[in-house]
């Protein structure tokens, strides 16, 4: 199936970056939002990019004028979407909006055409149910921002089709992307789901006061290289966003218990730096590099969060929701780390990650328990570099 015609769904922050990277890559898209304005906005940003893209000498004048020229912008949902090949939903994270969205979608696109969802935590298949259409109905999953992110996670739902699959898969790549298959439609996917776990607990330690915020990000700066910090980058991102989809994780999977210290903040508007106060302050509204003292780094292990997220990466790839190198890839190129976390486990020590993990899972309950995947590496010797097999092989 070739794709020529795109919709996108929804100009805010992703939606106006995925029109544009479908529009660079030289698709016609249609630009929906509920009022015109809003898609105004969008192509205003969209220029913005465009224009920053020719200063820097990235793209030619020529370019970006065909690419602006390529988007035309929609309100009515029957008329974006009637002729198209492709249509990607980017409105707001609301399962009945979306499912209402989709319901109407089906009913006025071709009979050919795929249907995508950019969802950071909704189940592909209870969008999918509501079409007439299930299996071409599949999860395509950007990162923000969308002009700049290499990852898009490709999410089956239940009855998604393989070809359904592969062809958004190829869609992305010719959006310049580097798409990983997620075969499962798992709460938060690969990437969100292995850093969301490791972050959670480690807001729970702060909470129950075994460590202090400024302990924790003096160690994550200082012995981790994580320049903002663990809760540095919380307020730099909006506690709002973590907040929202740590609730719907939680929803799918109570094991992923939304931290209190999240909620407080999110109910008294702390929200980071867009609000001036979220764990630290700012008076300007803008973000102020955290200035931590070496000394505040000793107590907290920055490593916590890598064993909790090697044990989310160890039971996807158990469960074949993908393979380890895209579990990997998708660590590495949805939050910019050096290495997956099945990589960092081979370079630890299988049997330290093991041993950590029975220490945290006696504290913080069994969703901490090590994979059995990880324990039989263990009893197998396969224990990661030293043993020159692991996940990997060396
Ligand atoms: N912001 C992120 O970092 C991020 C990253 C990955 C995925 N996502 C997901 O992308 C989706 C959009 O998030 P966002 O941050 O761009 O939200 P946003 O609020 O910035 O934009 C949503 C847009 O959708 C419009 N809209 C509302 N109802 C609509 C409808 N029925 N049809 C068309 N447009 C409609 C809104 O007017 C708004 O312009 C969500 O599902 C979110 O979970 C967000």
């Known amino acids: 199936m070739e794709v020529k ?32 304005e809003f898609i105004q906005a969008g192509i ?34 029957a008329d974006a979407v009637k002729d198209v090949d492709f249509v990607i939903e980017a409105i707001p994270e609301k399962l009945d909006l979306k499912r209402e969205t989709f319901k109407e979608v089906d009913a006025n696109v071709p009979e050919h055409a795929i249907l995508a969802s950019n969802t950071s935590a909704l ?59 997620v ?10 789901r292995c850093s969301v776990a490791g972050s959670n607990l480690v807001y729970w330690m702060v909470y129950n006061g075994e460590y202090t915020v400024e302990e924790v990000d003096a160690a994550m700066i200082h012995k981790a290289g994580m320049p903002m910090g663990m809760f540095g980058l919380l307020d730099y991102t909006g506690i709002d966003i973590v907040y929202h989809v740590l609730k719907f ?34 008076p300007d509204k803008k973000w102020v590099p955290l200035d931590l ?29 993908a393979t380890k190198e895209d579990i990997d890839k998708a660590m590495r190129l949805g939050f910019n780390m050096p290495m997956g976390y099945l ?8 049997d330290v990650v093991v041993s950590k993990l029975k220490e945290i899972s006696a504290k913080y309950g069994p969703f901490y328990k090590p994979s059995p995947l990880l324990e039989e590496m263990v009893q197998r010797g396969e224990l990661g570099q030293k043993t020159k097999k692991g996940f990997y092989s060396y």
């Open 44 to 77: 205003d940003k969209i220029k913005w990019s465009l224009d920053k893209l020719t200063q820097k000498g990235r793209i030619s004048q020529e370019d970006a004028n065909a690419a602006l020229g390529r988007i035309k912008s929609f309100v009515p949902l």
């Open 123 to 181: 189940p592909i298949s209870e969008i999918a149910a509501a079409t007439a259409r299930p299996e071409r109905v599949v999860g395509m999953h950007f990162f923000n921002p969308p002009q700049i992110m290499r990852l898009v996670e490709v999410v089956k739902g239940d009855k998604t089709s393989d070809e359904v699959a592969k062809a958004t898969a190829e869609l992305a790549q010719k959006f310049g992307k580097d798409p990983v298959m």
């Open 343 to 350: 990589e960092l486990a081979d370079s630890l020590g299988i």
């Open 249 to 282: 994780m939680e929803e799918r999977e109570p094991g992923f218990k939304a931290c209190p210290l999240i909620e407080e903040k999110f109910k008294n508007g702390e929200l980071g730096v867009k609000t001036g106060k979220g764990f630290y302050t700012y």
């Open 5 to 36: 015609k795109i919709a996108v769904l929804g100009a805010g922050a992703m939606g106006h970056g995925i029109a544009q990277v479908a529009a660079m890559a030289g698709f016609d898209v249609h630009l929906r939002d509920i009022k015109e």
């Open 293 to 321: 003292p070496f000394e505040k780094a000793e107590k907290f292990d920055p490593m916590i969060p890598v064993y909790v997220g090697a044990n989310m990466a160890a039971e996807l790839l158990r469960n074949d929701v």
């Open 183 to 192: 075969n499962k439609d798992v709460p938060g996917f690969i990437a969100n």
